[in-house]
């Protein structure tokens, strides 16, 4: 998954970070062994998405419920799926798109709880030009739209296109898996950009541009209203460690939710574990704020997976001949970790 | 007897250093004249000032009643390392100079054939240089040198990298060609045997600054056979020599 | 024996034995001997890396998806060769197109270099400099200016090749024998000639050095290319394993490194070869008949022993 922005400082500063250790902070020096979990970012350095974890460790949520935290970054977005097959990484953080593929060439993964509850996946344009759900056909006809090559973005094109009434030969799309699409859109190079929102707009306001960058959800031009993120184990790991499991989502769901409830404290709990992270204090607040209308659904629901998103995904994957089957939506996932 | 070379007051010097004093010289058409001198007698120099790679301070230089100080292009030269270009055949290392000036014709490599194989290397043709011995490289920049025509040659040590035996032959074989070929051949040596076995006339020069205190006539009589180096004419005459290098006892 | 008569011909002598030519029979079997050497071993040395491959993932059940067995990542290559080959044409014509611009940029700078020693203290810190810049960086700058397609591959292959190059070029053309130079000079050589004939055959070995090194180093430029510049629709090698690496497409993967590195052995061993045909005098005694210089009526085999 590399729905990011990496201009070159953040990429450089992140292989810098490589994998850190957190301290356990906090909580009573209990009597309960600790277990040590592995936790495997989507992503080569951290950013704002680490959040929930982070003040989960600061509040000491991990420390109550007997856990040792060491998250690590993988050295690209296509590897923390293999870390946690090979268990060199007991949890982790990818897409469910990820999850898709990882099933169908059979590597034993399994999603226990999501991160955003809906797509927040979008499109981007220069400001000063049209972006709208009516006009589609005609301001995506003929443009170049940038696409970071990901698995994500692959299945949510078609869908899109498919709104506009186009085929993929009526458009030219351009990947670049070094993501320099913003740069790309400013200078004209690319007429739409595509990212997911938070990323995409805490990243505009904080490049001290005018205007608002034109943002078209998804979701408004015919991409299905399904997760993008989501914790996953191994089977290997959830069979042997369920207790462990189910303790780290809890903790995780309650650091969640004091995030959300404290976004300020939480980002700035970020700014202070991940200083080097290459991203400025207002980028990490900004990020936080655009991505959390997106944790729960509309029933108030934070975490539980539902069959028909992990159908809707696979179905999307096997029209793009990702996966050479649908299989039942009971392979991918698991509610039964969720506090 | 015709003058091929005179030098007129030829003087040259490197910062302080007086490598050549004032030098006057001349040289007979047809002659082969030996110079002997220790390091830093300014045979070197002199060479190179004949040459034309060198402008004298002072002084012109004169071949074949021509005034040619500080040009290029008017002796034959040839030093102890053959300098043969070691990605040309044989033949094509003979045809050098014409190649570097006006190019060559079929007239040239005709005439390197013929060369080479009168004297022997006509075998290797097509040979590049490093598949021969020293002594066969050094002839074929002998050869290299002879086919240029200049009626006047000079010879830097060209056997100081040779072997004793090897050098006995290459001598052998250098006063043949010259008898043959009919040029005029100015050669540097350290050797004083050499100098003498070769040559018609000697000139010693001496170091600090460069000049030449003697020139003697050799007696001998040509053809020269290896029983020269005995006779006693040569051996006085190297006496003399060496005592004129090395300071008298 | 010998076809000008009136003079014996001086080969008799000790020194023409001390190095005779191999026989020509003798130089035909030792040379097929050594192409057996030269190329029979590598075969060999892959054939038994493919094997062990095959033995680990065998022995130790290496799941599928994590490292695939050889076979099956040449399978993924030959099933896959329809959409394959265009792409890994793409990739060899920027190799091709860059390294000919790198030698071309390399030779031309080394050669003002060489010859103009002021151009060489003021160009060579910011040649050292250029190479400073991580390729990485490099990429959207060079997209920016020149947009989607071959042009910022090229500019990238042609920057990793042409330092190498020029740095070997300036080293050959001065370390040209200044005797030889000289004697040039007493031949009456122009400097044009000079430059021709002497100096330039005479780098020729750090020359090749150079390609070399910058052949080796081209197609990996190649790739870092169609990574950090876009190709538009028509894609490329690298996004193409890009592609196969996060759809967990492991076999692929592991079939395009091995297409990619085909492309760089090959295009190696192409510099090689036409190193071997430029300078024939490294590796042979005798040069090949000319067909240029053939002189009607002369039979050089009969110029006496």
Same mark, same amino acid.
């Given at each position: 998954? %590399?729905? &990011? &922005?990496?201009?070159?400082?953040?990429?450089?500063?992140?292989?810098?970070?490589?994998?850190?250790?957190?301290?356990? #902070?906090?909580?009573?020096?209990?009597?309960?062994?600790?277990?040590?979990?592995?936790?495997?970012?989507?992503?080569?350095?951290?950013?704002?998405?680490?959040?929930?974890?982070?003040?989960?460790?600061?509040?000491?949520?991990?420390?109550?419920?007997?856990?040792?935290?060491?998250?690590?970054?993988?050295?690209?977005?296509?590897?923390?799926?293999?870390?946690?097959?090979?268990?060199?990484?007991?949890?982790?953080?990818?897409? @469910?798109?990820?999850?898709?593929?990882?099933?169908?060439?059979?590597?034993?993964?399994?999603?226990?709880?999501?991160?955003?509850?809906?797509?927040?996946?979008?499109?981007?344009?220069?400001?000063?030009?049209?972006?709208?759900?009516?006009?589609?056909?005609?301001?995506? %006809?003929?443009?170049?739209?940038?696409?970071?090559?990901?698995?994500?973005? +692959?299945?949510?094109?078609?869908?899109?296109?498919?709104?506009?009434?186009?085929?993929?030969?009526?458009?030219?799309?351009?990947?670049?898996?070094?993501?320099?699409?913003?740069?790309?859109?400013?200078?004209?190079?690319?007429?739409?950009?595509?990212?997911?929102?938070?990323? +995409?707009?805490?990243?505009?306001?904080?490049?001290? #541009?005018?205007? %608002? +960058?034109?943002?078209?959800?998804? @979701?408004?031009?015919?991409?299905?209203?399904?997760?993008?993120?989501?914790?996953?184990?191994?089977?290997?790991?959830?069979?042997?460690?369920?207790?462990?499991?189910?303790?780290?989502?809890?903790?995780? %769901?309650?650091?969640?939710?004091?995030?959300?409830?404290?976004?300020?404290?939480?980002?700035? +709990?970020?700014?202070?574990?991940?200083?080097?992270?290459?991203?400025?204090?207002?980028?990490?607040?900004?990020?936080?704020?655009?991505?959390?209308?997106?944790?729960?659904?509309?029933?108030?629901?934070?975490? @539980?997976?539902?069959?028909?998103?992990?159908?809707?995904?696979?179905?999307?994957?096997?029209?793009?001949?990702?996966?050479?089957?649908?299989?039942?939506?009971?392979?991918?996932?698991?509610?039964?970790?969720?506090? | 007897?015709?003058?091929?070379? $005179?030098?007129?007051?030829?003087?040259?010097?490197?910062?302080?250093?007086?490598?050549?004093?004032?030098?006057?010289?001349?040289?007979?058409?047809?002659?082969?004249?030996?110079?002997?001198?220790?390091?830093?007698?300014?045979?070197?120099?002199?060479?190179?000032?004949?040459?034309?790679?060198?402008?004298?301070?002072?002084?012109?230089?004169?071949?074949?009643?021509?005034?040619?100080?500080?040009?290029?292009?008017?002796?034959?030269?040839?030093?102890?390392?053959?300098?043969?270009?070691?990605?040309?055949?044989?033949?094509?290392?003979?045809?050098?100079?014409?190649?570097?000036?006006?190019?060559?014709?079929?007239?040239?490599?005709?005439?390197?054939?013929?060369?080479?194989?009168?004297?022997?290397?006509?075998?290797?043709?097509?040979?590049?240089?490093?598949?021969?011995?020293?002594?066969?490289?050094?002839?074929?920049?002998?050869?290299?040198?002879?086919?240029?025509?200049?009626?006047?040659?000079?010879?830097?040590?060209?056997?100081?990298?040779?072997?004793? $035996?090897?050098?006995?032959?290459? $001598?052998?074989?250098?006063?043949?060609?010259?008898?043959?070929?009919?040029?005029?051949?100015?050669?540097?040596?350290?050797?004083?045997?050499?100098?003498?076995?070769?040559?018609?006339?000697?000139?010693?020069?001496?170091?600090?600054?460069?000049?030449?205190?003697?020139?003697?006539?050799?007696?001998?009589?040509?053809?020269?056979?290896?029983?020269?180096?005995?006779?006693?004419?040569?051996?006085?005459?190297?006496? $003399?020599?060496?005592?004129?290098?090395?300071?008298?006892? | 024996?010998?076809?000008?008569?009136?003079?014996?011909?001086?080969?008799?002598?000790?020194?023409?034995?001390?190095?005779?030519?191999?026989?020509?029979?003798?130089?035909?079997?030792?040379?097929?001997?050594?192409?057996?050497?030269?190329?029979?071993?590598?075969?060999?040395?892959?054939?038994?890396?493919?094997?062990?491959?095959?033995?680990?993932?065998?022995?130790?059940?290496?799941?599928? =998806?994590?490292?695939?067995?050889?076979?099956?990542?040449?399978?993924?290559?030959?099933?896959?060769?329809?959409?394959?080959?265009?792409?890994?044409?793409?990739?060899?014509?920027?190799?091709? =197109?860059?390294?000919?611009?790198?030698?071309?940029?390399?030779?031309?700078?080394?050669?003002?270099?060489?010859?103009?020693?002021?151009?060489?203290?003021?160009? =060579?810190?910011?040649?050292?400099?250029?190479?400073?810049?991580?390729?990485?960086?490099?990429?959207?700058?060079?997209?920016?200016?020149?947009?989607?397609?071959?042009?910022?591959?090229?500019?990238?292959?042609? !920057?990793?090749?042409?330092?190498?190059?020029?740095?070997?070029?300036?080293?050959?053309?001065?370390?040209?024998?200044?005797?030889?130079?000289?004697?040039?000079?007493?031949?009456?050589?122009?400097?044009?000639?000079?430059?021709?004939?002497?100096?330039?055959?005479?780098?020729?070995?750090?020359?090749?050095?150079?390609?070399?090194?910058?052949?080796?180093?081209?197609?990996?430029?190649?790739?870092?290319?169609?990574?950090?510049?876009?190709?538009?629709?028509?894609?490329?090698?690298?996004?193409?394993?890009?592609?196969? *690496?996060?759809?967990? *497409?492991?076999?692929?993967? =592991?079939?395009?490194?091995?297409?990619?590195?085909?492309?760089?052995?090959?295009?190696?061993?192409?510099?090689?070869?036409?190193?071997?045909?430029?300078?024939? !005098?490294?590796?042979?005694?005798?040069?090949?008949?000319?067909?240029?210089?053939?002189?009607?009526?002369?039979?050089?085999?009969?110029?006496?022993?």
């Amino acid at each position: 998954m %590399k729905l &990011r &922005r990496t201009g070159a400082f953040a990429l450089a500063s992140s292989l810098a970070v490589g994998s850190l250790t957190m301290l356990a #902070l906090g909580g009573g020096a209990s009597a309960t062994p600790v277990t040590n979990v592995t936790y495997a970012y989507d992503f080569p350095g951290p950013d704002f998405e680490l959040i929930p974890l982070v003040v989960a460790q600061d509040q000491g949520y991990f420390s109550q419920a007997g856990l040792h935290v060491k998250v690590v970054f993988p050295p690209d977005t296509s590897t923390t799926t293999k870390l946690l097959v090979t268990g060199a990484a007991n949890i982790g953080f990818i897409t @469910t798109t990820d999850m898709g593929v990882a099933i169908n060439a059979g590597a034993p993964v399994l999603s226990i709880g999501n991160y955003t509850m809906s797509n927040n996946w979008a499109l981007f344009a220069k400001p000063g030009v049209a972006l709208t759900a009516n006009n589609l056909k005609s301001e995506l %006809k003929g443009k170049k739209i940038f696409s970071y090559g990901d698995t994500w973005t +692959e299945s949510m094109l078609p869908f899109v296109l498919k709104k506009a009434g186009l085929t993929d030969k009526q458009v030219d799309i351009v990947t670049d898996p070094t993501g320099q699409d913003f740069k790309f859109l400013l200078a004209g190079k690319v007429n739409i950009a595509t990212n997911t929102s938070n990323y +995409e707009v805490a990243g505009f306001d904080t490049s001290g #541009l005018k205007g %608002k +960058e034109p943002t078209l959800l998804g @979701t408004a031009v015919g991409a299905p209203n399904i997760p993008i993120w989501v914790y996953a184990t191994s089977q290997s790991y959830a069979k042997s460690n369920p207790k462990t499991v189910s303790s780290f989502m809890s903790a995780v %769901k309650k650091g969640t939710l004091w995030a959300i409830a404290n976004p300020t404290k939480a980002a700035v +709990e970020f700014d202070k574990a991940y200083p080097k992270s290459g991203y400025t204090d207002a980028y990490n607040l900004d990020g936080w704020k655009l991505t959390i209308p997106f944790m729960a659904n509309s029933s108030g629901q934070y975490f @539980t997976q539902t069959s028909a998103q992990w159908a809707t995904m696979s179905q999307a994957l096997k029209s793009i001949n990702l996966i050479s089957s649908v299989p039942s939506p009971s392979t991918y996932y698991t509610n039964k970790f969720l506090p | 007897m015709n003058e091929l070379l $005179q030098l007129d007051n030829i003087a040259k010097s490197f910062g302080s250093t007086v490598a050549l004093e004032p030098t006057s010289l001349t040289i007979e058409d047809g002659s082969f004249v030996a110079i002997v001198g220790p390091s830093g007698c300014g045979k070197s120099t002199l060479f190179n000032v004949i040459a034309g790679l060198l402008k004298p301070d002072s002084g012109e230089v004169h071949v074949a009643n021509q005034v040619v100080t500080g040009t290029s292009g008017h002796v034959g030269y040839m030093l102890q390392k053959d300098l043969l270009m070691p990605w040309r055949t044989v033949e094509d290392n003979i045809t050098m100079a014409a190649r570097l000036t006006r190019g060559v014709t079929p007239e040239d490599r005709a005439e390197a054939r013929r060369v080479a194989s009168q004297y022997g290397l006509g075998e290797f043709l097509r040979h590049y240089p490093h598949a021969l011995s020293g002594g066969m490289r050094q002839r074929v920049a002998f050869m290299r040198t002879l086919v240029t025509r200049h009626p006047l040659l000079l010879l830097d040590e060209p056997f100081g990298a040779l072997d004793a $035996q090897t050098r006995l032959e290459m $001598q052998q074989w250098l006063l043949q060609v010259w008898k043959e070929a009919g040029r005029t051949v100015l050669f540097i040596t350290h050797d004083v045997d050499e100098s003498i076995f070769l040559s018609d006339r000697v000139l010693v020069m001496s170091p600090r600054p460069g000049r030449i205190i003697a020139d003697f006539a050799n007696p001998l009589e040509r053809p020269r056979s290896l029983d020269v180096l005995t006779d006693l004419r040569f051996v006085e005459l190297k006496s $003399q020599i060496l005592h004129l290098l090395h300071g008298a006892s | 024996m010998d076809s000008n008569p009136q003079k014996a011909p001086l080969s008799t002598m000790n020194i023409d034995r001390a190095t005779l030519p191999r026989s020509s029979v003798r130089v035909t079997r030792s040379r097929r001997r050594a192409v057996l050497r030269n190329v029979g071993i590598p075969i060999l040395s892959i054939a038994l890396l493919l094997l062990l491959w095959e033995a680990i993932v065998v022995v130790f059940h290496v799941a599928p =998806y994590i490292a695939p067995r050889p076979l099956a990542a040449i399978q993924s290559v030959t099933d896959n060769w329809g959409s394959l080959w265009p792409l890994v044409l793409g990739t060899i014509r920027e190799t091709i =197109y860059g390294f000919v611009c790198g030698t071309i940029l390399g030779i031309g700078l080394g050669v003002v270099m060489a010859k103009a020693p002021f151009l060489h203290r003021m160009v =060579y810190p910011v040649l050292v400099l250029s190479q400073g810049v991580p390729i990485i960086a490099l990429g959207a700058p060079i997209v920016l200016i020149l947009g989607f397609g071959i042009a910022p591959k090229v500019v990238i292959v042609a !920057w990793i090749v042409f330092f190498p190059v020029t740095v070997n070029v300036v080293a050959g053309l001065s370390h040209v024998d200044q005797d030889l130079l000289n004697l040039a000079r007493v031949y009456g050589a122009s400097e044009w000639r000079t430059f021709f004939l002497i100096e330039i055959p005479a780098s020729s070995t750090s020359l090749f050095a150079g390609l070399k090194i910058g052949a080796t180093y081209a197609v990996t430029g190649a790739i870092i290319g169609e990574l950090v510049s876009p190709s538009g629709a028509s894609g490329s090698l690298a996004l193409y394993q890009e592609h196969a *690496n996060t759809n967990f *497409n492991v076999a692929a993967v =592991y079939g395009t490194t091995m297409v990619m590195t085909a492309i760089g052995i090959s295009w190696f061993l192409l510099i090689v070869a036409s190193e071997v045909v430029a300078t024939p !005098w490294q590796r042979r005694t005798v040069a090949r008949r000319s067909l240029f210089h053939r002189e009607p009526g002369v039979d050089l085999t009969s110029t006496g022993h």
